[in-house]
């Protein structure tokens, strides 16, 4: 059982929460805005912010290669920017450099250990290359800060049960269920696994909570 296809993790880490507050442009749009932020820093170097919103043009075009470049340049001038560690975690974690992707979120989690966007990039970073023990303290790190999410719920119990450890793998899907009873379907399906292959007997989510919130 595999939490999401490497595919989409570019819109659903990075395009979705990188991205967060930046509007919807235009392909036009945003060329324009690199052409003036690339004439911009040619004259002003170590500004950080441009660097950052360059970035981050790059990044709405799907323009890894060059997003990455600017946030490498805006690291340079600032190797504690936060933003800048995990936006370029995410952007590794894109590409599949997952040893990478983890030492940009642990760096950016040593400089702030309430980043959420770092302690979740990391810990599902973890569950793609299975090293589930390190992805279970990862997980319950960020749910501390966002007890909210239904899909980090369900990568947990993915995690959870990788490791033998079945009944909290169960209560972290009810907890999947009840936030976000969109996940019916990946729910009911690691619980068939549970249930047929680990020898668990018959757990169950109950009618009630599948169309709790619904």
Known sequence: ???????????????????????????????????????????????????????????????????????????????????????????LLAKGEFDKAIEYFKKAIEHNRRNKKAWEGLAFTQILIEDTRSAINSYSAYLTLAPNNGLAWYHIAIAYAFEGLYEEAIFALETAMTIDPSLSEDILELLEIINSQIGLGNYEISDEELVDGS
């Open 1 to 91: 059982m595999r939490p999401q296809n490497r595919g989409s993790i570019m819109s659903k880490h990075v395009s979705d929460e990188m991205e967060q507050g930046q509007g919807t442009k235009s392909d036009s749009q945003l060329s324009q805005k690199i052409e003036e932020f690339t004439q911009y820093l040619s004259r002003n170097p170590s500004d950080e912010k441009a660097w950052e919103q360059l970035g981050m043009a790059y990044l709405e075009l799907s323009d890894i290669t060059n997003a990455i470049r600017c946030f490498d340049q805006v690291l340079n001038t600032n190797p504690e920017n936060n933003y800048a560690l995990v936006a370029k975690g995410y952007l």
